[in-house]
């Protein structure tokens, strides 16, 4: 089953969380990715719907990049 997530990364700016997810997944990003926004004091990345394996995979990509205490799904 293949639901979205809203991932909240404590980070003050989206353009650095685009750029880190562009860079790891390549043109595949946005295939993934709808939409990455800033909101209070960090950055909410929206997926398209993605399965657990996807899922899983680009919480861990997030957390590798910014550590485990500044990703949360919401």
């Not at 043109?27 to 950055?43: K, R, S, T």
Request: net charge negative; aromatic share 10%.
């Amino acid at each position: 089953m293949k639901n979205s997530v809203d991932l909240f990364i404590g980070l003050q700016s989206a353009n650095e969380v685009s750029k880190s997810l562009r860079d790891y997944y390549e043109e595949l990003a946005w295939d993934l990715i709808e939409d990455v926004q800033p909101f209070d004091n960090g950055v909410i990345v929206t997926t398209k719907p993605l399965d657990r394996y996807d899922r899983d995979d680009l919480y861990a990509v997030l957390v590798e990049e910014y550590g485990m205490s500044a990703v949360n799904e919401l």
